[in-house]
């Protein structure tokens, strides 16, 4: 097998595992992974946010952040972080207008690129995506519903403590719980997830270093005390 057919049986392979594309059936997941270009963006690579108005990307690997950009005061903030299986961008595929966030790669990014009307006639003709769509589209109203409740009602220690537990891959009989994805960013990216900035991040990061409830070594992050995360989290909410 060569190594272009190797690639799109891993393409499908991880397509298959994700919420949208799961239920779709083998050949129509085949044909979309053999009829669409690869797109590919290196990390940390600041992307044209006007190439959603004319194709849809299915996300492969890495890790996209969509921001937004006071003009005023040159603050940002991340509304999503999209992984494998994600759209960019969902918001244009519905409705056909700029979205005026600003994708940034946070690692190396592989996507299907495929023409904005030929991925609203996929959701139109084929049944099962259909039906995963709108749950798919469910699932990022809430987050956006959970990010301003959290920003109305939570301190940013509470906010990042949810960050954190979030992330965290909880192992039986473990000493440490590894931490994915916002291990390996800095403190103003993890500001920009949770609404706010870099200093006040790196000093709550080191109270919950002190609390001994996470630790950093190698620039690997990890929960010791997940127990006493979630505790945080919920003393955190009753006192709001």
Same mark, same amino acid.
């Given at each position: 097998?060569?190594?272009? !057919?190797? +690639?799109?049986?891993?393409?499908?392979?991880?397509?298959?595992?994700?919420?949208?594309?799961?239920?779709?059936?083998?050949?129509?997941?085949?044909?979309?992974? @053999?009829?669409? $270009?690869?797109?590919?963006?290196?990390?940390?690579? +600041?992307?044209?946010?006007?190439?959603?108005?004319?194709?849809?990307?299915?996300?492969?690997?890495?890790?996209?952040?969509?921001?937004?950009?006071?003009?005023?005061?040159?603050?940002?903030?991340?509304?999503?972080?999209?992984?494998?299986?994600?759209?960019?961008?969902?918001?244009?595929?519905?409705?056909?207008?700029?979205?005026?966030?600003? $994708?940034? !790669?946070?690692?190396?990014?592989? !996507?299907?690129?495929?023409?904005?009307?030929?991925?609203?006639?996929?959701?139109?003709?084929?049944?099962?995506?259909?039906?995963?769509?709108? $749950?798919?589209?469910?699932?990022?109203?809430?987050?956006?519903?959970?990010?301003?409740?959290?920003?109305?009602?939570?301190?940013?220690?509470?906010?990042?403590?949810?960050?954190?537990?979030?992330?965290?891959?909880?192992?039986?009989? @473990?000493?440490?719980?590894?931490?994915?994805?916002?291990?390996?960013?800095?403190?103003?990216?993890? !500001?920009?997830?949770?609404?706010?900035?870099?200093?006040?991040?790196?000093?709550?990061?080191?109270?919950?270093?002190?609390?001994?409830?996470?630790? +950093?070594?190698?620039?690997?992050?990890?929960?010791?005390?997940?127990?006493?995360?979630?505790?945080?989290?919920?003393?955190?909410?009753?006192?709001?």
């Amino acid at each position: 097998m060569n190594n272009v !057919a190797l +690639s799109k049986e891993k393409f499908f392979n991880i397509l298959k595992q994700t919420a949208l594309f799961k239920n779709m059936d083998n050949k129509v997941l085949y044909h979309l992974i @053999e009829t669409y $270009p690869v797109q590919k963006w290196r990390k940390n690579e +600041s992307i044209d946010n006007t190439l959603g108005l004319k194709c849809t990307y299915i996300l492969i690997s890495g890790h996209l952040k969509l921001i937004k950009i006071d003009p005023k005061t040159g603050r940002s903030i991340t509304m999503f972080v999209l992984e494998k299986g994600d759209l960019y961008d969902f918001f244009t595929l519905l409705d056909g207008k700029e979205h005026i966030s600003f $994708p940034i !790669a946070l690692e190396n990014v592989t !996507a299907l690129k495929v023409p904005i009307e030929d991925m609203r006639m996929l959701i139109k003709s084929n049944y099962e995506f259909n039906a995963s769509f709108l $749950p798919y589209l469910g699932s990022k109203m809430r987050q956006l519903e959970e990010f301003g409740e959290s920003l109305v009602f939570d301190d940013t220690a509470t906010r990042l403590s949810k960050l954190i537990l979030k992330h965290t891959l909880p192992c039986k009989n @473990e000493k440490y719980h590894p931490v994915k994805l916002i291990n390996k960013l800095s403190h103003e990216s993890i !500001a920009e997830m949770i609404g706010s900035v870099r200093s006040v991040i790196t000093t709550q990061m080191n109270k919950l270093k002190k609390e001994n409830i996470i630790v +950093s070594k190698r620039g690997h992050l990890a929960v010791k005390e997940l127990e006493k995360l979630i505790e945080k989290c919920d003393i955190f909410l009753e006192k709001n």
